[in-house]
């Protein structure tokens, strides 16, 4: 295993852990529906323990619940299940960059992305984590994950290991094209469009031919989402010139920041086009993800940056909304557009989420035993798995398809909203995408499947790097977004010249990002070079 030699800067905690921890995999489920698989248990929710317990003793165990629940609920039937079955006592906790400086570590809990990983082992809060345990406590999925091996440089430092990664191989939220059907039926295009010129001529068509049949010229053919890193709604657009902002990119055996090449120069310009003849709505500087999907349903868009779970079937949950909202709409996906560049957008990779151990373990060998016990079933174990993804088949959830035994899942009435299984435990004490390839294949939805093989542009369009943490991240790297972000959104909407891009491209380097250049560069040869 390679080593990452130099320590990550403290500063990097400034940048606020939990907030990125969110940019992580949003879900503790696995690729393609949540999990599934049976699960025997009493009517009330909290099952009996197949395993005797031997232990005289319940260990006790700080959990940090799942980085994306509300808050803590105590003494939950999972929780009770948990505590049965594995004869511990469980203390659950909340995560924050306050508990975790005021000393309050849990003894395991999840993290989402290397730089969190790196920002917490910076404090002395985590234990090192040694393979070959790993290896021999959970054969299963080690051997999964030996497949994907790279994932573990990302939370490597000083030939330690500090995370034990999770894998996505299928992932349901990679973006593709979702289109207003009955729009490009309206201004005459036959064909959903497939190339960056076809893009162009449908959204101008949408903005200049009156598609809603308002008499009004009020439509649009595309927005964006300038809050986020660099741009839902436009990652497609800068993928068809073959770069994504922000992201590390390999060229010619050279490391090189998305935000600064050529290509996305070229991108800038042709947004900035659309923009000046009335194809992007104004309030792309503003709007979210959730303001854009309205727009669609809400006839003043044609055409957004759709998850492919949320946009692939008839049952997904986009096209159901348009279905209840605007039920003369039409929506068909396509992939993204193929520029100059190639097609593809916005793409974690196989990243996913990270389980973290706490620094005190070490010294508590019946403790650390007890843990790897647990998360060898929840990697490998329907029955754990199920419970604390699911709860119980026929109560809380059942298979999509009547009388399965494998395939796609759904939640039954009463437990289609996260806060309603919360309260039960389920999701709180779930460690994600840690179950094996096995389980996985099983339990997951083959339609969605072929969707996301169709549309996604996995697994080559991500970050060179697998958006690990760099030594100067902490120092440069919050600005350099915010400078992009700001320069970016000048020139598309003219405030600003075309060649101001060179300016941005200077200041850039200037203002820190020559350094992270170099240190991505280092890290690139030392650790991800194939």
Same mark, same amino acid.
């Given at each position: 295993?390679?080593?990452?030699?130099?320590?990550?800067?403290?500063?990097?905690?400034? &940048?606020?852990?939990?907030?990125?921890?969110?940019?992580?995999?949003?879900?503790?489920?696995?690729?393609?529906?949540?999990?599934?698989?049976?699960?025997?248990?009493?009517?009330?929710?909290?099952?009996?323990?197949?395993?005797?317990?031997?232990?005289? /003793?319940?260990?006790?165990?700080?959990?940090?619940?799942?980085?994306?629940?509300?808050?803590?609920?105590?003494?939950?039937?999972?929780?009770?299940?948990?505590?049965?079955?594995?004869?511990?006592?469980?203390?659950?906790?909340?995560?924050?960059?306050?508990?975790?400086?005021?000393?309050?570590?849990?003894?395991?809990?999840?993290?989402?992305?290397?730089?969190?990983?790196?920002?917490?082992?910076?404090?002395?809060?985590?234990? +090192?984590?040694?393979?070959?345990?790993?290896?021999?406590?959970?054969?299963?999925?080690?051997?999964?994950?030996?497949?994907? +091996?790279?994932?573990?440089?990302?939370?490597?430092?000083?030939?330690?290991?500090?995370?034990?990664?999770?894998?996505?191989?299928?992932?349901?939220?990679?973006?593709?094209?979702?289109?207003?059907?009955?729009?490009?039926?309206?201004?005459?295009?036959?064909?959903?469009?497939?190339?960056?010129?076809?893009?162009?001529?449908?959204?101008?068509?949408?903005?200049?031919?009156?598609?809603?049949?308002?008499?009004?010229?009020?439509?649009?053919?595309?927005?964006?989402?300038?809050?986020?890193?660099?741009?839902?709604?436009?990652?497609?657009?800068?993928?068809? #010139?073959?770069?994504?902002?922000?992201?590390?990119?390999?060229?010619?055996?050279?490391?090189?920041?998305?935000?600064?090449?050529?290509?996305?120069?070229?991108?800038?310009?042709?947004?900035?086009?659309?923009?000046?003849?009335?194809?992007?709505?104004?309030?792309?500087?503003?709007?979210?993800?959730?303001?854009?999907?309205?727009?669609?349903?809400?006839?003043?868009?044609?055409?957004?940056?759709?998850?492919?779970?949320?946009?692939?079937?008839?049952?997904? !949950?986009?096209?159901?909304?348009?279905?209840?909202?605007?039920?003369?709409?039409?929506?068909?996906?396509?992939?993204?557009?193929?520029?100059?560049?190639?097609?593809?957008?916005?793409?974690?990779?196989?990243? +996913?989420?990270?389980?973290?151990?706490? +620094?005190?373990?070490?010294?508590?060998?019946?403790?650390?035993?007890?843990?790897?016990?647990?998360?060898?079933?929840?990697?490998?174990?329907?029955?754990?798995?199920?419970?604390?993804?699911?709860?119980?088949?026929?109560?809380?959830?059942?298979?999509? &398809?009547?009388?399965?035994?494998?395939?796609?899942?759904? #939640?039954?009435?009463?437990?289609?909203?996260?806060?309603?299984?919360?309260?039960?435990?389920?999701?709180?004490?779930?460690?994600?995408?840690?179950?094996?390839?096995?389980?996985?294949?099983?339990? !997951?939805?083959?339609?969605?499947?072929?969707?996301?093989?169709?549309?996604?542009?996995?697994?080559?369009?991500?970050?060179?790097?697998?958006?690990?943490?760099?030594?100067?991240?902490?120092?440069? /790297?919050?600005?350099?977004?915010?400078?992009?972000?700001?320069?970016?959104?000048?020139?598309?909407?003219?405030?600003?010249?075309?060649?101001?891009?060179?300016? #941005?491209?200077?200041?850039?380097?200037?203002?820190?990002?020559?350094?992270?250049?170099?240190?991505?560069?280092?890290?690139?040869?030392?650790? #991800? /070079? /194939?």
């Amino acid at each position: 295993m390679h080593t990452r030699t130099k320590k990550i800067s403290n500063a990097f905690l400034a &940048a606020g852990i939990v907030a990125s921890m969110l940019a992580g995999c949003s879900s503790g489920n696995n690729t393609t529906n949540n999990t599934g698989g049976n699960t025997a248990a009493s009517p009330d929710v909290s099952p009996t323990a197949t395993e005797e317990v031997k232990e005289a /003793k319940p260990v006790e165990i700080t959990w940090g619940i799942h980085f994306q629940a509300a808050g803590v609920v105590n003494d939950s039937p999972v929780q009770k299940y948990l505590e049965e079955k594995f004869n511990v006592k469980i203390k659950p906790v909340k995560v924050t960059d306050a508990s975790v400086a005021s000393g309050e570590v849990p003894d395991i809990f999840m993290l989402g992305d290397p730089s969190n990983v790196v920002a917490y082992q910076n404090q002395g809060v985590l234990m +090192s984590i040694d393979p070959n345990m790993l290896k021999e406590k959970m054969p299963e999925y080690s051997a999964d994950i030996a497949e994907k +091996s790279k994932l573990f440089q990302t939370v490597t430092i000083d030939d330690q290991l500090w995370g034990i990664p999770m894998f996505i191989d299928l992932k349901p939220y990679d973006f593709t094209m979702l289109w207003r059907k009955d729009w490009l039926d309206k201004v005459g295009i036959t064909k959903t469009p497939e190339t960056l010129d076809e893009f162009e001529k449908a959204v101008y068509a949408f903005a200049e031919k009156d598609p809603d049949g308002n008499g009004k010229k009020d439509t649009y053919g595309l927005t964006g989402t300038a809050t986020s890193t660099w741009s839902s709604g436009f990652y497609s657009i800068f993928g068809a #010139f073959g770069v994504e902002p922000t992201m590390w990119m390999e060229r010619n055996g050279e490391i090189i920041n998305g935000s600064i090449m050529p290509e996305t120069k070229e991108a800038v310009a042709k947004l900035r086009q659309w923009f000046a003849d009335g194809v992007i709505d104004p309030e792309f500087i503003t709007d979210t993800q959730d303001s854009y999907r309205k727009k669609l349903y809400n006839n003043r868009i044609g055409v957004i940056e759709e998850q492919i779970s949320k946009a692939a079937l008839p049952t997904s !949950s986009t096209i159901k909304e348009m279905q209840s909202l605007n039920p003369g709409a039409e929506l068909v996906i396509s992939n993204n557009p193929e520029g100059p560049g190639g097609a593809g957008t916005w793409d974690w990779g196989i990243k +996913s989420n990270f389980v973290v151990i706490g +620094s005190k373990v070490k010294d508590q060998p019946e403790k650390l035993e007890k843990l790897f016990e647990i998360l060898r079933a929840q990697s490998s174990d329907e029955e754990t798995i199920n419970m604390t993804n699911l709860g119980i088949k026929g109560t809380q959830w059942d298979f999509e &398809a009547a009388g399965a035994t494998s395939g796609a899942t759904k #939640f039954l009435p009463g437990f289609e909203k996260q806060e309603q299984r919360d309260q039960l435990g389920i999701r709180l004490f779930s460690l994600g995408n840690i179950t094996t390839q096995a389980y996985r294949e099983k339990y !997951s939805n083959p339609e969605v499947n072929e969707a996301i093989k169709k549309y996604s542009s996995a697994p080559n369009w991500t970050d060179a790097l697998l958006f690990s943490a760099l030594p100067s991240d902490g120092k440069y /790297k919050t600005d350099l977004t915010a400078l992009m972000q700001k320069y970016f959104a000048q020139i598309i909407t003219g405030e600003l010249p075309l060649d101001d891009f060179d300016k #941005f491209v200077t200041e850039w380097k200037a203002k820190g990002g020559d350094e992270l250049t170099k240190e991505a560069n280092e890290m690139y040869q030392a650790q #991800f /070079k /194939k």
